[in-house]
């Protein structure tokens, strides 16, 4: 099915532990985003890549890195992860933005 | 600030009972505002964009209108399915790229 798919579905890390999250893409799109969603705060935009050697800071980048593989990959790196960054991630693309985005299945991430 | 509110964050209806969920926003250079449906344990999946004061989209029970402040949802005669968080997000120009969601509305449909 085409879609936007996330590994791994679920992962703990111990403070200080690095991983990257891996995102990948069959629909073609140009754009790819990393957010994360905690309770209240809604979805906050980690980073983006606008298209295929392109890479932009969201509104909350500390702590992460990214980078876009080729057009279909786009992963997210923790180098030391902190009990700050316990949250759920959704990838996502689009192209253009105002055909909404699509939103893999999410990676729960722990860190203690 | 730019900003985005959804109310009311939590909505219980009986099967039938129609109701609307309400985002507002303070933003310029508004290029469209997008409504989402997430379900426990999943990502959001994309329902309508609109992009201008007065346009209105609808997919089955579900309605979205949109004015120069705020956004409807409308949800008529709900049924037990619909039951999910309902996200709106804005995409606006500000320099950077920027796209903000609201905190959203849990929706619970009781039979």
């Known amino acids: 099915n085409a879609g936007v798919t996330q590994t791994p579905k679920f992962q703990v890390l111990k403070t200080g532990q690095s991983m990257t999250l891996q995102c990948a893409q069959d629909?073609?799109?140009?754009?790819m985003y990393w957010y994360r969603q905690d309770p209240g705060m809604g979805l906050r935009l980690i980073y983006y890549?606008?298209?295929?050697?392109?890479?932009d800071k969201g509104e909350v980048p500390n702590g992460y890195n990214v980078s876009r593989l080729n057009k279909r990959e786009f992963s997210l790196r923790l180098e030391s992860a902190a009990p700050s960054q316990t949250s759920v991630y959704f990838c996502?693309?689009?192209?253009?933005?105002?055909?909404?985005?699509?939103f893999g299945s999410g990676t729960r991430l722990t860190v203690v | 600030e730019d900003q985005v509110t959804q109310s009311p964050e939590a909505l219980r209806l009986q099967e039938g009972e129609s109701s609307s969920l309400n985002c507002s926003y303070t933003?310029?250079?508004?290029?469209?505002l997008f409504w989402y449906r997430q379900d426990p344990g999943k990502g959001p999946e994309f329902l309508f964009t609109?992009?201008?004061a007065g346009e209105e989209k609808e997919k089955e029970r579900l309605k979205a209108t949109l004015t120069k402040k705020e956004s409807f949802l409308h949800i008529t005669a709900p049924k037990p399915e619909d039951s999910a968080t309902y996200l709106c997000?804005?995409?606006?120009?500000?320099?950077?790229?920027?796209?903000?969601f609201g905190t959203g509305t849990r929706l619970k449909v009781l039979a």
């Open positions: 996502a693309s689009t192209d253009p933005v105002m055909y909404g985005y699509t």
């Open positions: 629909m073609n799109h140009n754009s």
């Open positions: 890549s606008a298209s295929e050697g392109t890479t």
């Open positions: 933003v310029s250079g508004l290029r469209g």
């Open positions: 609109l992009y201008s």
């Open positions: 997000a804005v995409h606006f120009t500000s320099g950077t790229y920027k796209y903000i």
